[in-house]
């Protein structure tokens, strides 16, 4: 059983920085895919910032704030989030896809939130 283990959200001031971390306990090198993904309340989940093969694509409304990136050594993902706006408070969610002979396995974080207020 894949678990993976978010870190580091919290409350910040507008224009501030957080650094989310996800961490697998299977070898970051199974996954084809990583991402993180947000959820505001009453709201649907959506996609921040993600890997596909290779491939780094972000939401327009997060570029050239967010970063994606991963130390395979410590088979971990990481969300450097800069100039935090309050629309960007959510709870933050980490994915993991796995490709399998049946199809692609999504794996799920327990969700972090991230505040941002004044």
């Known amino acids: 059983q894949v678990q993976l283990v978010e870190s580091g959200g919290g409350l910040v001031q507008p224009g501030g920085s957080l650094r989310l971390s996800c961490t697998t306990s299977a070898s970051i090198f199974s996954f084809y895919g990583m991402g993180w993904y947000r959820q505001a309340p009453g709201k649907q989940r959506d996609l921040v910032a993600a890997i596909i093969s290779g491939r780094t694509n972000y939401a327009d409304s997060v570029k050239g704030r967010f970063t994606i990136s991963k130390d395979n050594a410590k088979n971990t993902v990481y969300l450097q989030m800069n100039s935090l706006k309050p629309e960007d408070t959510a709870v933050y969610y980490c994915?993991?896809?796995?490709?399998?002979?049946?199809?692609?396995?999504?794996?799920w974080g327990q969700g972090t939130q991230v505040t941002v207020s004044s």
């Open positions: 994915n993991l896809k796995e490709r399998r002979r049946i199809g692609t396995i999504d794996y």
